[in-house]
């Protein structure tokens, strides 16, 4: 029975949970109905009832345990800085979500960390972005400021390569804050889940406000 409660889940998270919710709402009313048994119910003995209750248990627990926990993939903030949303970008191509949902950062310091364990999986050749691929599975693009490709690459130092195993919280960039904002570069940090259509959503933890580094930032649930 078990599987073909997990069978439901695979059907969508959205669906599962209503349906837990009104399983739930269901089951915590044995009791009144109880005092108030029909003549057709009162043909149960006590131990086919009690069956009845246990086995409706069995059926509840296990997508309680394990409908979110197994489904939620985390992302942690590579950056230091105050939270921004997308849609108050000015590049419209992460503004409608072009590229993924997520979130910007603009920085207060000048380091890029990893945001979780996993893979290097391309490092721009103006250095001002990296893409990585969690162990889960979960594909990030660091893009560091709007339109800093313009800089071919001046005042960025990248400290990893492509095909690079890193843990969570490794120096993956440094750039030279100063010197891009004095080329007129804006540093607003988009911080992408590019393959969000592999999840039912992506969402931030909080949108306002000032983010440590490695502080949880994103979540993605199926």
């Known amino acids: 029975m078990s599987n073909f409660w997990y069978a439901l889940i695979g059907i969508g998270i959205s669906f599962s949970v209503s349906f837990v919710v009104t399983l ?19 043909t149960l003995t006590e131990q086919e009832q009690d069956t009845t ?25 590579p950056l ?18 072009l590229t993924g949902k997520g979130i910007a950062i603009r920085p207060q310091d000048g380091r890029v960390t990893a945001p979780f364990d996993g893979t290097v999986t391309l ?9 990585l691929t969690s162990s889960s599975g979960i594909d990030i693009l660091i893009h560091v400021g709007l339109n800093s490709v313009s800089l071919k ?9 492509a095909g690079q195993e890193v843990k969570k919280g490794e120096l993956l960039l440094e750039f030279d804050m100063d010197g891009i904002q004095g080329a007129g570069i804006d540093l607003v940090t988009p911080v992408i ?25 994103l979540l993605t649930v199926c």
């Open 153 to 161: 690459g001046k005042y960025f130092d990248v400290k990893v390569v």
């Open 193 to 217: 889940v590019t393959n969000t259509p592999d999840y039912l959503d992506v969402v931030p933890v909080q949108v306002k406000g000032v983010i440590p580094m490695n502080e949880l930032l």
């Open 123 to 131: 490092v721009a050749k103006s250095k001002h972005a990296i893409m």
């Open 80 to 97: 230091i800085g105050e939270l921004v949303p997308l849609s108050e970008l000015p590049d419209q191509t992460f503004a409608e979500e």
């Open 53 to 77: 209750i246990s086995f409706s248990q069995e059926m509840v627990t296990p997508v309680t345990v394990h409908s979110i926990e197994e489904k939620k993939g985390e992302v942690f903030s």
């Open 24 to 42: 739930l709402l269901k089951w915590d009313e044995p009791n009144t109905r109880n005092s108030a048994m029909s003549e057709s119910t009162q």
